[in-house]
């Protein structure tokens, strides 16, 4: 069974900088992906950044602003968030798959409001 546990979110204002981290424990034979979704309240969770094969995926509302990064040795990955946004508001999920299942962390919130 692998675990995901996030850390970095919090209360930020309009225009600032967050990062958040994600590190997956537990039995972990070969992550195929791993990514960043979010879910806004009202609205259904959405991919926000993945990294998986060699390669980095995007939300086009993220493009430009949020980084994605990670150490597949040691099964992390971040996401660095600038220019934040309202719209950027969100429980923030780090997800990752294997050949057997696909795994999701509790969430870590993000609101930005001035």
């Known amino acids: 069974q692998v675990r995901l546990v996030e850390s970095g979110g919090g209360l930020v204002q309009p225009g600032e900088s967050l990062r958040l981290h994600c590190e997956a424990s537990?039995?972990?034979?070969?992550?195929?992906?791993m990514a960043w979704y979010r879910q806004a309240p009202g609205h259904q969770r959405e991919l926000v950044a993945m990294?998986?094969?060699?390669?980095?995926n995007y939300a086009d509302s993220v493009k430009g602003r949020f980084t994605v990064s990670g150490e597949g040795a040691e099964n992390t990955i971040d996401l660095q968030m600038n220019s934040l946004n309202a719209e950027d508001t969100a429980v923030y999920y780090c997800?990752?798959?294997?050949?057997?299942?696909?795994?999701w962390g509790q969430g870590t919130q993000v609101t930005v409001s001035s």
């Open positions: 997800y990752a798959n294997d050949i057997f299942s696909h795994y």
């Open positions: 537990g039995v972990i034979f070969a992550l195929n992906a």
């Open positions: 990294m998986g094969n060699g390669h980095t």
